[in-house]
T-cell receptor
Framework: SQQGEEDPQALSIQEGENATMNCSYK?????LQWYRQNSGRGLVHLIL?????REKHSGRLRVTLDTSKKSSSLLITASRAADTASYFC???????????FGKGTTLSVSS | SQTIHQWPATLVQPVGSPLSLECTVE??????LYWYRQAAGRGLQLLFY??????ISSEVPQNLSASRPQDRQFILSSKKLLLSDSGFYLC?????????????FGSGTRLTVV
């Protein structure tokens, strides 16, 4: 069962521009996480935001969470070619025992 | 520091052959362990998770099984592979997402069933 759904499915931008990805989910959550996956590699944990937090920063990453709308956004500022990857949001399954991932947003940053 | 090892990186197997993928974690004890599968261009599908030795939970009934013979070892198996078992298999560990910990993933195994 899929919990998170990212939007857009694909995003192409120029270096230096900001990239915004959105995630919507269906049920209540304890926290929401964002991951990055380079082509053919494992996922890397980027940031976790708890349900009682509204915004969190980590370097060039900014994550917001709106529990009333059941949505989150990931903003990457001043994108670089090295940011080219797929980005996934993830939330707990209903039992709270494992993460359920969305289908991801594929970001392409061209120089 | 904690590390996770997953092997092999690539595997080509004929239909009907057995499968064994291994994942080990170092530098921590009693981790939560997970197997996911990712089809081409798709999201991750949770296959199995384990919160302790011998404790396996299956999320999707299918042609696969998992075992945890040791605290930091997680094995994904199949007795007879199907074409539909092809995909990118990822192992991960965590101290528990409800406690606010993220997952650490292995580098994945690309399985092609021919």
């Amino acid at each position: 069962s899929q919990q998170g759904e990212e939007d857009p499915q694909a995003l192409s931008i120029q270096e230096g521009e900001n990239a915004t990805m959105n995630c919507s989910y269906k049920t209540s959550i304890n926290n929401l996480q964002w991951y990055r996956q380079n082509s053919g590699r494992g996922l890397v944990h980027l940031i976790l935001i708890r349900s009682n937090e509204r915004e969190k920063h980590s370097g060039r990453l900014r994550v917001t969470l709106d529990t009333s709308k059941k949505s989150s956004s990931l903003l990457i500022t001043a994108s670089r070619a090295a940011d080219t990857a797929s980005y996934f949001c993830a939330t707990d399954n209903q039992a709270g025992t494992a993460l359920i991932f969305g289908k991801g947003t594929t970001l392409s940053v061209s120089s | 520091s904690q590390t996770i090892h997953q092997w092999p990186a690539t595997l080509v197997q004929p239909v009907g052959s057995p499968l064994s993928l291994e994942c080990t974690v170092e530098g921590t004890s009693n981790p939560n362990l997970y197997w996911y599968r990712q089809a081409a261009g798709r999201g991750l599908q949770l296959l199995f998770y384990s919160v302790g030795i011998g404790q396996i939970s299956s999320e999707v009934p299918q042609n696969l099984s998992a075992s945890r013979p040791q605290d930091r070892q997680f094995i994904l198996s199949s007795k007879k592979l199907l074409l539909s078992d092809s995909g990118f298999y990822l192992c991960a560990w965590s101290r528990g997402t409800r406690r606010g910990f993220g997952y650490t993933f292995g580098s994945g195994t690309r399985l092609t069933v021919v």
